[in-house]
């Protein structure tokens, strides 16, 4: 069973027809039945009612239905966390501030850097220029040191 099985059975569920569905997912009608009597197989259960009219749940297609929905919600939510985690800066950032600035400039900065970059962290060191934290400062001509 994977995931494409249940998708194509919600799709049925939802439309009541498998030509319906067919159209939607853009698969041929024989495709769509395979998948959902491969799921059916792998379950030992009957999922659907067919007639000529259209399909309805069975009470085993209900229960999948709900568990179905639940899976493949999920499986949305993942792939849109993983989207965002692609799109989303994340990591840390130190920031040098002279004391002078830092009581007026800090608090906002700060503020609206974790707000537009929830998954940053963001360090603030408070020092006067010059001052090396580790950090090699480059020798650049006319820079006093």
Same mark, same amino acid.
């Given at each position: 069973?994977? *995931?494409?099985?249940?998708?194509?059975?919600?799709?049925?569920?939802? $439309?009541?027809?498998?030509?319906?569905? =067919?159209?939607? !997912? =853009?698969?041929?009608?024989? $495709?769509?039945?395979?998948?959902?009597?491969? &799921?059916?197989? @792998?379950?030992?259960?009957? &999922? !659907?009612? @067919?007639?000529? @009219?259209?399909?309805? *749940?069975?009470?085993?297609?209900?229960?999948?239905?709900?568990?179905?929905?639940?899976?493949?919600?999920?499986?949305?939510?993942?792939?849109?966390? *993983?989207?965002?985690?692609?799109?989303? #800066?994340r990591?840390s950032? $130190?920031?040098?501030?002279? #004391? $002078?600035?830092?009581?007026?400039?800090?608090?906002p900065?700060?503020?609206?850097?974790?707000? =537009?970059?929830?998954?940053?962290?963001?360090?603030?060191?408070? =020092?006067?220029?010059?001052?090396?934290?580790?950090? #090699?400062? #480059?020798?650049?001509?006319?820079?006093?040191?």
């Amino acid at each position: 069973m994977d *995931l494409r099985n249940l998708q194509y059975f919600l799709s049925v569920a939802e $439309t009541g027809s498998f030509s319906k569905a =067919s159209a939607f !997912l =853009s698969v041929t009608q024989p $495709t769509l039945s395979r998948q959902i009597k491969a &799921l059916e197989t @792998r379950l030992g259960v009957s &999922l !659907l009612h @067919r007639d000529g @009219r259209g399909i309805s *749940l069975t009470a085993a297609g209900k229960v999948v239905r709900v568990y179905s929905q639940t899976i493949v919600g999920q499986w949305h939510c993942v792939k849109s966390e *993983l989207a965002t985690l692609q799109k989303e #800066p994340r990591g840390s950032v $130190t920031l040098g501030v002279p #004391p $002078t600035c830092s009581i007026v400039l800090v608090p906002p900065l700060v503020r609206c850097l974790r707000a =537009s970059y929830p998954r940053v962290h963001v360090r603030v060191l408070e =020092s006067m220029s010059g001052v090396s934290h580790g950090c #090699p400062v #480059p020798n650049v001509p006319g820079l006093a040191r």
